[in-house]
């Protein structure tokens, strides 16, 4: 069964610091990976997402993500965090096999002004 | 698109009753999900749906719980009796075959 690990819980951080959020799963086929926002009170809404191509996947707000195949990861980066970016992330892998979206536990994100 | 809807967006009630939270994926999306989120448990993945066929059960807590999708626009997810446990927010999703799945704004349920 595929898992999802993001090591990092909690996350504060300045305004303007740069952000890295670790993702690592664990699958030894095809994967299909997304990252998910959750701002306070809201639903989670997708951020971006890989399914195949350029390992290094731009999304919206200024975010990114790398999919590094040989380390089973998926780190979201944002060069300049912005107070506005306070969530909770979500790291998403789903399977060619299936439709199993299985998620990480997630990674609270404060950015103090 | 409107996007899922769900309702109601929050309801409170007494243990013991039965709560019916209801769900309408987007239009020609043809697997629907029903998760259930809490600060101890964090994003739970309670049942999914594909073409209407409950395809994984597995996370159903117990059999207070019960889900039905009774056409391609509509699903419940019904709880009875309720218990001050099952106090969450219950979030639907769609998604069309293995891609993104788009998630609904949630219902807060508590249960006193």
């Known amino acids: 069964a595929q898992s999802v690990s993001q090591h990092n819980h909690h996350v504060i951080l300045s305004e303007a610091a740069s952000l890295e959020l670790g993702c690592n799963y664990s699958?030894?086929?095809?994967?299909?990976l997304f990252w998910y926002v959750q701002y306070p009170g809201q639903h989670l809404q997708l951020l971006l997402k890989?399914?195949?191509?350029?390992?290094l996947v731009k999304g919206i707000k200024g975010f990114e993500a790398e999919f590094i195949k040989s380390k089973f990861s998926f780190n979201l980066r944002k060069p300049s965090v912005q107070w506005s970016d306070t969530a909770e992330y979500f790291c998403?892998?789903?399977?060619?096999?299936?439709?199993?979206?299985?998620f990480g536990g997630g990674t609270r994100l404060m950015v103090k002004p | 698109d409107a996007g899922v809807i769900q309702s109601p967006r929050h309801e409170v009630t007494e243990m013991g009753q039965e709560v019916t939270l209801r769900c309408k994926p987007i239009?020609?999306?043809?697997?629907l999900f029903w998760y259930r989120q809490t600060m101890m448990r964090g994003l739970e993945l309670l049942i999914y749906?594909?073409?209407?066929?409950?395809?994984?059960d597995s996370g159903m807590p117990e059999d207070r719980f019960s889900a039905k999708m009774p056409n391609a626009s509509f699903s419940t997810l019904k709880i009875q009796p309720s218990e001050p446990r099952d106090s969450a927010v219950y979030f639907c999703?769609?998604?069309?075959?293995?891609?993104?799945?788009?998630f609904g704004p949630g219902t807060r349920l508590t249960v006193t």
């Open positions: 699958y030894g086929g095809t994967v299909n």
């Open positions: 998403a892998v789903t399977n060619n096999a299936g439709n199993m979206l299985t």
């Open positions: 999703a769609s998604s069309l075959f293995q891609y993104e799945q788009y």
């Open positions: 890989y399914f195949s191509g350029d390992p």
């Open positions: 239009s020609g999306h043809d697997y």
């Open positions: 749906f594909n073409n209407n066929v409950p395809i994984d």
